[in-house]
DNA sequence: CAGTATCCCCTCCGATACTG
DNA sequence: CAGTATCGGAGGGGATACTG
């Protein structure tokens, strides 16, 4: 295989893997609310709804739903009065940590970029 | 300072850098098209066109400018007739690539745990 | 508290066509 | 080849009100 044809196929590679990640991860907000549940375990609607900014409860209550369905968070009913409902990171979900680390690194670094230190 | 405070605090600490970085790869192709740039440095408007399935070219105009804007490409323009345009990642942009490359990993252990392995 | 329901705007983005 | 211009539709997403 030509040095040629190798970039290539990593590329190819590269692009299909990171489009199975960014499916997960589409949309305006699902990075943040995956960065709520990053720090201390559990959170409840509520919480998510103060930590995410600008994010509406509309919102909130439909991202939640799809990062359930992709098992990278687990939502958990306590029988209090009134109800209670649990966020947190499934152990899938908890593999994204790193990540988001990674993510806040570069955000910082970044705007050291941009602004000047 | 209590450990609640602590977490508070790291949590408040980790969204805000995060949104800084969301803030430059907002949308639904920056990541790719990064991802483009990864493997091979230098790649012309049409490969990256080809590259990212699905995108437009008035997209990928613009989504092209905002990452020049922020300072993680570089557009350089060749006098060739017709002209040929060369998009690379800035030393800046380089920094994203172990970013990329974690999502890569991560979109292979996700289609593992949804598909089985 | 943890959501749903409804309304509606407005932005994102695709399609198509055109230019240097 | 490397874009820009224009149009139009779909749906993302906000505001508000309501429910168990």
Same mark, same amino acid.
């Given at each position: 295989?030509?040095?040629? =044809? ?42 998510? #709804? !103060? ?5 509406? !409860? ?7 739903? =799809? #990062? ?19 966020? =947190? ?6 593999? #994204? ?5 990674? #993510? ?14």
């Amino acid at each position: 295989m030509s040095p040629h =044809e190798d970039f290539q196929t990593r590329r190819k590679h590269l692009m299909r893997t990171v489009q199975d990640a960014m499916d997960v991860l589409n949309g305006k907000w699902k990075i943040a609310i995956i960065a709520s549940l990053c720090c201390f375990t559990k959170r409840r609607f509520s919480d998510i #709804l !103060n930590d995410v900014v600008g994010i509406s !409860n509309r919102m909130l209550s439909k991202e939640l739903k =799809e #990062l359930e369905i992709n098992q990278v968070i687990k939502r958990s009913v306590l029988n209090t009065q009134p109800v209670t409902v649990h966020y =947190e990171l499934t152990e899938h979900g908890k593999t #994204l940590q790193p990540l988001i680390e990674g #993510l806040a690194d570069w955000g910082v670094i970044h705007h050291k970029q941009i602004v000047g230190t």
